[in-house]
């Protein structure tokens, strides 16, 4: 068994700025996302809103750049270090939101800003376990995976619930679209101080813990090594329904709500996924440590998908109160990121368990990079054309839960976990 104490308290100071640097870049990436119709109102002229470059495109955009950055960033991360690509990241946080609240009046400043965020986001996120494993034993990795995916979680809250309140989106008041200014000072000024209370602070590794003695694959090598693993296959499909269904889901709440008959933006939808999502990835990960079960978590989590997506897909077969409908996709909501989104954190550890010895951001970056490409391929298809196939995606959905079910059963316990619970 693994001597915890040879771990620094130090660790959770780490994990705090970690949590702050993440829970800045989810809100950048979703600051129009709930209030697609009051922004459409603000920057009303300077864009198609039957085109690709619309609303919408702020929060693909980060998808779309993921694609492209994903691979360079977890390079950096594992030739260079942890530390340079956290680095990397957190500067062009602190720059580029800043910049997005001076341009806040111009669509096309904020497009520009929006893309040097969403290059910042893959140095940031891909670092996820490759952070956890350098500063936290094996059996608080998961708990510390939970966390930093709680962070993440509660960024998206706060873009998704408090961005409403402030710009204003209720259309039968006076103030309906005219706080995207101010939330955006506000939101550039928490993430650029999150951005330089993480560049005083963080260090890159523990000094007194003793590091494994076993050679790491470089990158290309561990790259061929995850794709080429059973497992890894298994998980690759899993983050490419799960994650792509979770981005897509959570970059149309606005149209979502429409769809479904909501008069304004208020958010809740995506809110109260979150809120779900806060509550799993505090529980179910800290129970996949506490267990020492990797698998049945997993399991436990694509159970829970699949009636979840059902709910929101075909709320209207179990009502046709428009009342009782929001609500069905409410409770789907909550039921669907409390499962899916503590499936991340679990997952994104057992895939740095079954690929090493390749590193983890490589492992980590990969599972994003193809939950990025699909939420980006959904999106793109249910924003078209005014949202017009946004009810056949839905219905895709549900299909592509099924699939998840059957797969998320042929996985194999991490062998890390097995080593470590017959020690």
């Not at 990241?89 to 580029?96: D, T």
């Not at 429409?258 to 979150?274: E, R």
């Not at 054309?385 to 194999?412: E, Y």
Request: net charge neutral.
């Amino acid at each position: 068994m693994e001597n915890v104490k040879l771990y620094p308290p130090y660790r959770f100071v780490i994990l705090a700025l970690f949590m702050l640097i993440t829970l800045a870049i989810e809100i950048q990436w979703l600051t129009h996302a709930a209030v697609v119709r009051p922004a459409e109102l603000f920057y009303h002229g300077q864009f198609d809103p039957a085109s690709f470059l619309n609303i919408d495109f702020l929060a693909m955009v980060y998808m779309v750049v993921f694609l492209i950055m994903s691979f360079p960033a977890s390079y950096i991360i594992d030739t260079y270090g942890v530390k340079v690509g956290l680095f990397t990241g957190s500067i062009l946080l602190g720059v580029f939101s800043i910049l997005k609240a001076i341009f806040a009046q111009s669509f096309t400043g904020v497009v520009i800003a929006q893309v040097g965020l969403a290059i910042a986001q893959p140095f940031i996120l891909n670092a996820v376990t490759a952070v956890t494993a350098r500063w936290f034993p094996l059996s608080e990795r998961g708990m510390a995976a939970g966390l930093l995916a709680l962070a993440q979680y509660i960024g998206i809250i706060i873009a998704m619930l408090v961005t409403p309140a402030i710009v204003g989106s209720n259309p039968d008041l006076a103030n309906y679209g005219t706080g995207f200014e101010k939330m955006l000072w506000i939101y550039g000024i928490v993430s650029l101080v999150a951005s330089l209370l993480f560049l005083i602070f963080m260090k890159e590794r523990p000094k007194n813990v003793p590091q494994p003695k076993e050679e790491r694959y470089p990158f290309f090598q561990g790259i061929r090594h995850i794709v080429l693993k059973r497992d890894m296959i298994i998980m690759l499909f899993l983050f490419l329904i799960g994650l792509g269904i979770f981005n897509a889901i959570s970059s149309m709440t606005d149209s979502i709500a429409a769809h479904v008959g909501v008069k304004d933006s208020d958010g809740l939808i995506g809110g109260i996924m979150l809120i779900g999502g806060i509550i799993g990835a505090i529980i179910l990960p800290t129970l996949s440590d506490r267990f020492r079960k990797r698998k049945l978590f997993m399991v436990i989590c694509i159970v829970g998908l699949v009636p979840a997506v059902f709910g929101m897909a075909f709320p209207d077969t179990l009502s046709s109160d428009p009342d009782t409908i929001y609500l069905i996709t409410l409770i789907s909501s909550f039921v669907l990121g409390f499962f899916v989104m503590s499936a991340g954190p679990i997952g994104f550890q057992y895939a740095a368990e079954v690929s090493y010895p390749a590193r983890e951001s490589s492992s980590q970056g990969i599972l994003l990079w193809v939950g990025q490409l699909t939420g980006m391929l959904f999106v793109a298809g249910m924003s078209v054309d005014n949202n017009l196939h946004l009810g056949s995606f839905m219905t895709a959905f549900a299909v592509l839960s099924i699939l998840a079910l059957a797969a998320v059963l042929m996985l194999r316990e991490s062998p890390m976990i097995l080593s470590d619970a017959s020690s």
